[in-house]
């Protein structure tokens, strides 16, 4: 955490800053995580092959006091009024305890990191939700990339790249350009054949089903013709 934090006061880049991280191959925040047994946050987690850093990630940890010793609370609200479970409050309605817990970053180093990369500006509104860890962990990626499994990202209107391919410094990721016009035909293809297996397989249940409903039907009047024998040698 110090090296990003110097690093950061010295005026470097986010996405410098995560290029060094990534190519010194320290763990990140959720491999850090997993190894002391912890849960992390994001479900998708395990289908990534390689776990790298990214520059919101890098940017969270430079903005966050929890560094300094500070806890803060309040930073959501739940919002019936939105339909989401929280927005993002404006930073006077915070509630900071300092010296709350023993700091691992300098405060001066702290502010001067900061002082580098200063915030923008963010209007909160009550609509305002893509703040919510919540609504992200409900939006899985629909396309992954097949050499490291994170998400494809549009790049031009005709092509999709890794979106991990910045920052993560792997060579086939950079180099990974995929065309979107017969990406989709694939998987309209895809599509299709599992909609005619899955008609196939209907077809075949209900070709059972009418199967041993007739054989049922043909054991009831079996029975029946039993008893209408037996009942009329009776009588």
Same mark, same amino acid.
């Given at each position: 955490?110090?090296? /990003? &934090?110097?690093?950061?006061?010295?005026? %470097?880049?986010?996405a410098d800053i995560t290029r060094e991280l990534n190519r010194q191959a320290i763990a990140t925040c959720d @491999? *850090? #995580?997993?190894?002391?047994?912890?849960q992390v946050q994001f479900q998708r987690?395990?289908? /990534? #092959? +390689? #776990?790298h850093w990214s520059p919101t990630t890098v940017a969270a940890i430079v903005r966050d006091e929890i560094y300094i010793g500070t806890?803060?609370?309040?930073?959501?609200?739940?919002?019936? !009024?939105t339909g989401h479970k929280a927005v993002l409050n404006d930073e006077t309605e915070w509630v900071r305890l300092e010296n709350h817990h023993t700091a691992i970053i300098d405060r001066a180093l702290f502010e001067k990191a900061n002082e580098m990369h200063p915030k923008k500006r963010r209007i909160v509104a009550e =609509?305002? %939700?893509? &703040? %919510?860890? @919540?609504?992200?962990? +409900? *939006?899985?990626a629909l396309l992954?990339?097949?050499?490291?499994? !994170?998400?494809?990202? +549009?790049e031009t209107e005709h092509l999709l790249k890794c979106s991990d391919a910045r920052t993560n410094g792997d060579p086939v990721c950079r =180099?990974?350009? /995929?065309?979107? @016009?017969?990406?989709e035909e694939n998987i309209l293809g895809l599509v299709h054949q599992y909609a005619a297996s899955m008609l196939e397989k209907e077809k075949k249940i209900s070709s059972k089903r009418q199967c041993e409903y007739k054989e049922i039907n043909t054991a009831e009047l079996q029975k029946q013709i039993r008893q209408l024998t037996s009942e009329k040698m009776s009588g």
């Open positions: 955490m110090k090296m /990003i &934090f110097r690093m950061a006061a010295e005026g %470097t880049s986010f @491999e *850090q #995580k997993l190894s002391r047994g912890d987690f395990d289908t /990534i #092959k +390689k #776990k806890r803060i609370w309040g930073k959501t609200r739940c919002s019936m !009024h =609509s305002r %939700t893509n &703040f %919510t860890l @919540e609504r992200r962990k +409900k *939006q899985p992954l990339c097949a050499n490291c499994g !994170h998400s494809l990202l +549009k =180099s990974l350009v /995929i065309r979107r @016009e017969p990406l």
